[in-house]
């Protein structure tokens, strides 16, 4: 239990469909990621928030649409995504978005896309 | 951008000692060097960070040369439950441009 949790774990879902992740960390961190790991390359970091501001976005399709509500909580809408989508999406945050401070990550949501 | 490599994966047996290496050519003077161990099914774990020489805890140490276009991760006295994959992150004290290798997939055998 790393204390930071994500939902769901496992998620199938059309080209078509609309549907987000969540993500919650109860560290009192207050920079927040969302990173893809596909099985073909490493682990690719999608979005970063620090103090709920969205400070980076690495290229990312805009069929991903993250948001930060506060410092606790980290979403990532998805909709109309490519079979290539399919991945682990995994959060993770630090105390500050720097990078000497240690990530703290979830588990991950299995995300297939048929 | 530091890009990072690492070997694909490695063998070893339990007792003995790891050494897997990360190559980052193009290392900035601010950038800091974190590896990560990942299982099946969970997200990656911190195990150490270092900016330059050696850092030591209690499960692994941090080989960063004086030029710091690589570091090695010491892994002593293996066991079967380091079978995981291990990655270096390069980035700067801003956070800016976080990179991952690609892993190095670790093996321990009986």
């Known amino acids: 239990e790393t204390g930071v949790t994500q939902t769901p774990r496992h998620l199938v879902m059309g080209m078509t469909n609309k549907k987000s992740l969540k993500c919650e960390q109860h560290?009192?961190?207050?920079?927040m990621y969302w990173y893809k790991q596909s099985a073909k390359k490493p682990l690719e970091l999608m979005f970063v928030?620090?103090?709920?501001?969205?400070?980076e976005n690495n290229s990312v399709p805009s069929r991903f649409s993250p948001e930060c509500p506060n410092s606790s909580h980290l979403f990532l809408h998805l909709h109309t995504l490519q079979p290539e989508d399919s991945a682990l999406y995994l959060c993770?945050?630090?105390?500050?978005?720097?990078?000497?401070?240690?990530?703290?990550f979830g588990p991950g949501t299995r995300l297939t896309v048929t | 951008l530091a890009k990072t490599t690492q070997p694909i994966s490695m063998d070893s047996y339990e007792g003995q000692e790891v050494n897997i290496t990360c190559s980052h050519n193009?290392?900035?003077?601010?950038?800091?060097i974190t590896w990560y161990q990942q299982f099946p099914s969970q997200g990656p774990r911190f195990i150490i960070q270092?900016?330059?020489t050696k850092v030591t805890n209690e499960v692994a140490s941090l080989f960063i040369p004086a030029d710091r276009k690589s570091s090695t991760l010491s892994l002593p006295r293996v066991s079967l439950s380091d079978t995981a994959v291990y990655y270096c992150?390069?980035?700067?004290?801003?956070?800016?441009?976080?990179?991952f290798g690609g892993g190095t997939r670790l093996m321990v055998k009986p």
């Open positions: 560290l009192g961190h207050n920079a």
């Open positions: 270092g900016y330059k």
């Open positions: 993770a945050s630090s105390q500050d978005r720097a990078g000497d401070y240690e990530q703290y």
């Open positions: 928030y620090n103090f709920k501001e969205q400070t």
């Open positions: 992150l390069v980035g700067d004290r801003a956070g800016n441009m976080l990179t």
């Open positions: 193009n290392i900035a003077t601010n950038d800091y």
